[in-house]
């Protein structure tokens, strides 16, 4: 089984392009996001209290499980990551501008847009098509630069 370093060395190789590195950085967790937002979006017959259950409250649970098996420390900061796109799906949805998942789908093709370019730039494919588990180690690896800043180890 690979480890949190093969995935996120692995990923690195078709992201070292300084252009497409700053793509990703802005891209990959709007792209994030906006899956978690459709998700949010889909309401379950279910209540905790006044808030009613979602599907992307569901994933984002499966989602920490995974990260956990990867690296518990990195699933930390993934888990306030989530928290902060739950609370930002929860402000969309009640602010009356957009729906949610009209808005997620929105942004999810634009952010994209912005990758495939990115990785026109960097003259490599995506990872993800090489295996799909790339598109949950993108997050973690801009999570992994963020740990490297603040000295804590994965």
């Known amino acids: 089984m690979r480890t949190i370093k093969d995935w996120l060395n692995e ?3 078709s992201h070292k392009n300084e252009t497409n ?9 709007v792209i994030f996001f906006s899956i978690l937002g459709m998700l949010y979006a889909i309401k379950l017959p279910f209540y905790m209290g006044n808030y009613q259950l979602n599907v992307g409250l569901i ?24 928290a902060v796109c739950m609370l930002l799906a929860n402000l ?18 634009l952010a994209w847009v912005g990758q495939f370019y990115g990785h026109k ?9 090489k295996d799909l588990q790339f598109l949950m180690i993108g997050p973690a690896w801009l999570m992994s630069f963020i740990y490297k800043k603040l000295d804590v180890g994965l």
């Open 92 to 109: 969309i949805e009640h602010s009356g501008i957009l729906p949610l998942w009209l808005f997620s789908v929105i942004i999810f093709v």
């Open 121 to 129: 730039i960097e003259g490599k494919k995506p990872s993800f098509l």
């Open 21 to 29: 590195k700053l793509i990703h950085w802005i891209c990959v967790p």
């Open 59 to 82: 994933i984002s649970v499966v989602a920490l499980i995974y990260y956990f098996s990867l690296s518990p420390s990195l699933s930390i900061g993934m888990f306030f990551y989530l």
């Open 11 to 13: 990923y690195g190789e």
